[in-house]
């Protein structure tokens, strides 16, 4: 059993649930139809004795008779004679009828058992049984009570045979209707099964062959739908995705921090090797330990600025919110920043009161520093940067403007990717992550960055959170 395919072991499963359910239908549909054939021969029994109950006359006189009715049958009764319709005669749906005297004595029609019923009692209007032979038949009397009748009875019998003789049609009917109704819902089952579960044997396949090729740009199709197979099919492909995103981003992680690395690491090993190679006084010693503490510092800036792009790109490191009051973060990153006081640079805040956003407050002011910082080093001498914050309809928007060198056109839409700086001149406290993790931040809050510049004149920076 445990190595039959899914599709085989759910139509077995299928099968045999459906072969109790059609053998308990059968035992259901032989045990009603028996009772109500039971009831049927019953109620034919009456109905037929009812009917020729009112198919005998008497006649005191033959002048009395009605020649024009269709009668064929008269016999003598008392001082008269009795007129019996033609229809008496017949066997109806195996019910037999015949006319007896109070004595048990038979004037007319017929009786398959009636030499076995004498005994039995006249009853009027009431079903008894009669057994003769291992076969029970029953048995329905009508007392003749109209003008010259009395002492006549009307005597009706059915055999239980009849109902098993239609009864065994319905049985054999049913033992080829229902087994061929096993057969083809079971092979329609196999079929819907095996159309059902397609779409798993395609997430599987896709899922080996990404597992083989590595290739994670594969993609699970199964087309359009909406059930749980194409969801399964959807998040699947979500996950590959996901997957997809974060070795790219680990493989971006590592060629970018080569090529940045690859500059401060030959500067350490220059002067590493001139140190070794040549004595130098106490001052080059100094000179070089410098240069090699500076480089340090610029690669531990670096990798730590990557692993927390990496990290808020990826998701990896879970983040909380809660209510903050945006206006006193900002006004409290300002006071800090305004320290700086970078080549004479002046930062001015306009702040509007009571702005509240739900958020993580580090990420907000590392945002805002990054902005600032960046605002600093692309600035002019003696220039300024203005800081403000205001709630503007649906949105909260934050802008950071300078007047320093600005950016060109072509270059606005590159500021934002990992590394890339306007002016080289001006890199060298920098790492060329500032503005792509600000966007990260931003997105991270549910918002987006808009640039504003013009080259000689100064940007403008403005972060629109929804509110």
Not at 447 to 462: A, C, D, L, Q, W
Request: negative net charge; contains cysteine.
């Amino acid at each position: 059993m445990r190595h039959l395919s899914l599709r085989v072991k759910i139509t077995l499963w299928f099968t045999a649930v459906l072969s109790v359910l059609v053998a308990v239908t059968y035992v259901a549909i032989l045990s009603v139809s028996h009772q109500i054939l039971q009831k049927n021969m019953k109620d034919n029994l009456i109905e037929t004795v009812e009917n020729n109950f009112n198919k005998v006359r008497f006649y005191s006189d033959i002048d009395d008779w009605d020649a024009d009715r269709d009668t064929s049958h008269f016999i003598d009764f008392e001082n008269g004679f009795l007129e019996v319709n033609d229809g008496f005669l017949d066997e109806v749906n195996g019910v037999y009828t015949a006319l007896y005297r109070d004595d048990a004595t038979l004037l007319y029609g017929e009786n398959p058992v009636s030499a076995e019923s004498t005994d039995l009692k006249y009853v009027d209007s009431r079903i008894q049984k009669l057994k003769v032979d291992g076969v029970t038949y029953y048995v329905f009397d009508r007392k003749l009570t109209s003008k010259g009748l009395n002492g006549l009875w009307m005597r009706g019998v059915v055999s239980e045979t009849q109902g098993r003789t239609q009864m065994s049609t319905i049985a054999r009917i049913s033992l080829v209707i229902l087994p061929a109704i096993v057969l083809i819902s079971s092979a329609g089952g196999y079929f819907l099964v095996r159309k059902m579960l397609r779409p798993i044997q395609k997430i599987s396949e896709t899922a080996e062959q990404i597992g083989r090729e590595s290739d994670l740009k594969r993609r699970i199709e199964l087309g359009r739908g909406s059930d749980e197979l194409h969801k399964l099919g959807d998040t699947f492909n979500e996950m590959f995705d996901k997957l997809e995103k974060t070795f790219e981003t680990q493989r971006q992680f590592i060629a970018d921090a080569s090529h940045e690395l690859r500059t401060p690491v030959a500067v350490i090993n220059a002067q590493c090797e001139l140190s070794l190679e040549q004595e130098g006084s106490v001052e080059d010693y100094e000179e070089a330990l410098t240069a090699i503490w500076k480089q340090g510092k610029k690669m531990s800036g670096l990798i730590g600025d990557m692993l927390d792009f990496t990290r808020l790109e990826t998701g990896v490191q879970k983040y909380g919110r809660r209510t903050l009051d945006v206006s006193d973060l900002v006004r409290s990153v300002c006071e800090d920043m305004a320290l700086v006081g970078e080549r004479g640079i002046t930062l001015r805040q306009e702040i509007e009161d009571a702005v509240t956003f739900t958020g993580n407050g580090e990420l907000l002011s590392r945002l805002l520093v990054n902005l600032i910082g960046n605002a600093y080093r692309y600035g002019k001498e003696n220039g300024h940067i203005l800081v403000c914050l205001k709630k503007t309809g649906t949105e909260i928007e934050l802008s950071v403007a300078d007047d320093g060198i600005g950016i060109a056109k072509e270059e606005q839409e590159k500021i934002f990717d990992r590394f890339y700086q306007v002016d080289s001149s001006h890199s060298g406290a920098g790492t060329g992550l500032g503005l792509s993790m600000a966007q990260e931040i931003a997105r991270f809050h549910g918002g987006r960055i808009v640039v504003e510049s013009e080259p000689g004149k100064g940007s403008r920076f403005t972060v629109l959170f929804p509110l």
